[in-house]
C-alpha cells in the first residue's frame, strides 16, 4: 500500500501561484497503470478533481481549470507537484494528493490534506 505526504504553504497571496507537492512512499510513481491525482474540497462545498500525471508522465486536467494548472513529477525523488496559477479566493480549499489504477477516477491512497488559504 502506498503512502502519500502532501505539503506546501498554507497561505497564498491572490494572483500568485499556488504549489503543492506529494511524496509518494511504499511505491514508485512510474509503477505501470497507476496515475497521480489531485483533489481539492473548498469549504462547504464538494470535492473537486484538478488533474493526474500518470505512471508514463502524461498529463490530463479538468478542463474548468486547465488553463491555470500544471502538474509535473520528479521521480528521482518519487514526487508530484501541483502548481495552480492566479489564484484567488475561490481556490481556498483542502488538497489532496491520492493515487488511482484508473485515470482520474477510483482513488485508492489519499494524503492526509493541506489546507491553502488565498488571502492577502
Known amino acids: 500500500q502506498v503512502q502519500l505526504q502532501g505539503s506546501g504553504p498554507g497561505l497564498v497571496r491572490p494572483s500568485q501561484t499556488l504549489s503543492l507537492t506529494c511524496t509518494v512512499s511504499?511505491?514508485?510513481?512510474?509503477?505501470?497503470?497507476?496515475?497521480w491525482n489531485w483533489i481539492r474540497q473548498p469549504p462547504k462545498k464538494g470535492p473537486e478533481w484538478i488533474g493526474y500525471i500518470a505512471y508514463y508522465g502524461s498529463t490530463y486536467y479538468s478542463p474548468s481549470l486547465k488553463s491555470r494548472t500544471s502538474i509535473s513529477r520528479d521521480t528521482t525523488k518519487n514526487q508530484f507537484t501541483l502548481q495552480l496559477r492566479s489564484v484567488t479566493p475561490e481556490d481556498t480549499a483542502v488538497y489532496y494528493c491520492?493515487?488511482?489504477?484508473?485515470?482520474?477516477?477510483?482513488?485508492?491512497?489519499w494524503g492526509q490534506g493541506t489546507q491553502v488559504t488565498v488571502s492577502s
Open positions: 511504499g511505491g514508485s510513481i512510474t509503477t505501470n497503470y497507476y496515475y
Open positions: 491520492t493515487s488511482s489504477i484508473y485515470p482520474g477516477y477510483n482513488f485508492g491512497s
